[in-house]
């Protein structure tokens, strides 16, 4: 039996996040809002309107665009894709076919076992989104809601060889969404939508077979697992002497299987013609430049810079610029703080972590300033106050917006580390607990641990823990 591998391209489409639709003043999100509110004669296709074309759609796409390494084309067009379906009122949508705003580009995605896998991009276009259909108790249900909202389309070449590929692709995309600030990506909401297109062929060939298209994949685990589902059916069809036909799928999410939804058109069908109503997109350097000061370090990027600059282990840099907010906060907490960059991850990533989870905001709206995280390291690292205080510091600076160094002072949590200070602590405790003493004189030593604790809790946590065990062992001797 030969062996196989997997051709898989993606297909994404990526709604921006801008305020308004890409052709009219509509509000552009609507997951909140009930179907057919935010809608307009423009998006809803009435005879007569006319489309304007949204500015900040076109940056945010050209933001990704460079991010992606792709070719910002000087003229790009609009075109019509006409095809008849409900909930496109129009009859067309209006989309890019062969002049497209950029082309080219790759994103290079860092596979978990230490390989990179360059995935290229053939190419990069805007378009508006149709509405939605809902099929309920036998009758079929439009929201226009969604047409008119801002979609970037991306697809890549036939690079990824496994369901896991694909799957860290589409992570390391959303990743890179976030981290311009062009997208939510949130797939749950269709903020990032994938085809993927699947095909099979002996290990170590160079043709590719007829590819089927999965659609309809709308989280990561759906697109690993009907990609994986896909390949497994078409080794079973190749392996039983069966052609694999050019089929389109649809992903049944809940009951993890893929239904044939019908013989794949070809483009021919979508009649393409120039948009009359918009103009070309020109994008002279001088505008680009413009657009491109905003363009920040890439997330792969400043992964390498963290491990090459501070020494940081893959594992944390990659964690720490898991978000742009996160990555900024490392860096900040790390100049204020001004020593070992591997204590300031420890901490960010144990504590500040967290409570950024728990709270489920982004690490530039912590109370916990990076400042303040720098000056309760500080603290621990001077011996004012001990780890577990330190710790606790964090949550209390959190809560009250205070600054360390008062709550330390206010509420009298400097390290008691006055040997009689201590010593009279650990009296107290053994006068108390006679029993337990003479179960330790008898030989139970391992009961060290509960006086150290009795201790530590009279000491309300700031006796110094290594300390008021040597002076318990010397008391009970
Ligand atoms: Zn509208």
Wanted: with cysteine.
């Amino acid at each position: 039996m030969p062996d196989y591998e997997a051709i898989i391209g993606l297909e994404t489409h990526i709604q921006l996040n801008t305020k308004t639709k890409i052709f009219c003043a509509c509000k552009a999100d609507s997951w909140f809002d009930p179907p057919n509110t935010n809608i307009c004669p423009v998006c809803t296709g009435l005879p007569g309107v006319l489309p304007v074309l949204n500015k900040e759609v076109v940056e945010k796409a050209v933001l990704l665009a460079v991010a992606m390494h792709a070719e910002v084309q000087p003229v790009s067009f609009f075109d019509r894709k006409n095809y008849f379906y409900p909930d496109l009122p129009k009859g067309y949508q209006i989309s890019q076919y062969d002049k497209p705003l950029a082309r080219g580009g790759h994103l290079d995605v860092p596979m978990p076992d230490g390989r990179v896998r360059r995935v290229q991009i053939t190419k990069l276009h805007i378009e508006e989104d149709a509405g939605k259909t809902k099929n309920e108790n036998g009758r079929r249900l439009i929201d226009f809601n969604r047409c008119g909202v801002p979609l970037v389309e991306m697809v890549t070449g036939p690079d990824l060889r496994s369901a896991d590929e694909a799957a860290q692709y589409i992570i390391r995309l959303r990743q890179l969404l976030r981290w311009l600030g062009v997208s939510e990506a949130d797939m749950e909401k269709a903020h990032l939508r994938c085809d993927a297109n699947v095909s099979i062929r002996p290990k170590g060939a160079d043709y590719l077979n007829p590819k089927t298209e999965i659609k309809n994949v709308n989280s990561i685990v759906a697109v690993r697992d009907a990609i994986q589902i896909e390949i497994e059916r078409q080794v079973r069809e190749v392996e039983a002497g069966h052609r694999i036909e050019a089929w389109t799928l649809e992903w049944d999410e809940d009951a993890a299987v893929l239904r044939k939804m019908r013989s794949k058109e070809t483009e021919a069908d979508y009649r393409y013609f120039r948009e009359p109503d918009l103009l070309p997109i020109r994008m002279d350097s001088e505008r680009l430049s413009v657009i491109l000061a905003e363009l920040p370090e890439l997330p792969l990027e400043r992964r390498a810079r963290f491990v090459e600059q501070y020494g940081l282990p893959e594992y944390d840099a990659d964690i720490l610029t898991g978000e742009r907010s996160l990555s900024d906060y490392y860096e900040a907490a790390l100049k204020a703080y001004g020593g070992d960059p591997k204590r300031v991850s420890n901490w960010l990533m144990n504590d500040v972590l967290r409570m950024i989870n728990e709270k489920g905001v982004s690490a530039g709206a912590l109370r916990l300033t990076p400042s303040y995280l720098a000056e309760v390291i500080k603290l621990v690292d001077a011996g004012t106050v001990n780890t577990s205080t330190g710790k606790a510091l964090l949550d209390k600076v959190e809560s009250t917006g205070r600054a360390p160094g008062d709550i330390v002072q206010s509420e009298g949590l400097a390290k008691v580390s006055d040997v009689d200070a201590i010593r009279a602590v650990c009296a107290e405790v053994l006068a108390e607990n006679p029993e337990q003493v003479s179960t330790y004189k008898g030989g139970k030593v391992t009961l060290i641990g509960w006086f150290v604790g009795q201790a530590m809790k009279k000491s309300r946590g700031k006796a110094d823990p290594q300390k008021v065990k040597a002076i318990l062992e010397e008391m009970l001797k």
